[in-house]
């Protein structure tokens, strides 16, 4: 997947909503309904357009489909970020199943940094850069070309 079709994908904020739930694992359309408070068929719309561009796969179930995110298109954008030379402690994503919340956490261990200083007050200094973090993230996708649009004169 080229990374400008991933980021029209994510582009639009019920995907993103929908990727973020299935970051604690595989999750029923039933069960995304209901947490992000949106109707079927626009969460089953939704699912329709990540899976085609490879961010979440399905499986059925009987007459349930199950849904889970895969995090290959999105490690291909980390590194493609990582080019900006952008401030880093760890990678945005580690490879493998979502449902391994360990590995991640093992490579935050490894590789974060403690301050010096007050113990008491690393958890907002943390939570600072991560919020820094995700604004300049936001900003570089709010500011992305729209790709597929033609200009009207």
């Known amino acids: ?20 739930a299935l970051r604690d694992g595989d999750k029923a359309v039933g069960e995304l309904v209901d947490e992000l408070g949106a109707s079927q068929p626009t969460v089953s719309k939704h699912l329709r357009v990540l899976r085609e561009a490879g961010l979440v796969t399905m499986r059925a179930e009987g007459q349930r489909r199950y ?6 298109p999105l490690n291909g954008i980390s ?3 990582d080019g900006f030379g952008l401030p880093s402690t760890r990678p945005l994503l580690v490879e ?5 919340p360990s590995a991640a956490l093992a490579v935050a261990e490894n590789e974060l940094s403690i301050p010096e200083g ?15 973090a995700a ?18 004169s």
């Open 67 to 72: 849904y889970k995110l895969e995090t290959a």
């Open 135 to 152: 604004t300049k993230a936001a900003d570089l996708l709010a500011n992305l070309p729209k790709f597929g649009r033609r200009k009207e």
């Open 79 to 81: 590194q493609w970020l």
């Open 96 to 100: 493998g199943p979502a449902t391994e």
């Open 118 to 132: 007050d113990p008491e007050s690393m958890p907002q200094q943390i939570g600072r850069s991560v919020g820094r």
């Open 1 to 20: 997947m080229v990374n400008e079709d991933v980021f029209t994908v994510l582009a639009e904020q019920t995907r993103r909503e929908i990727l973020a």
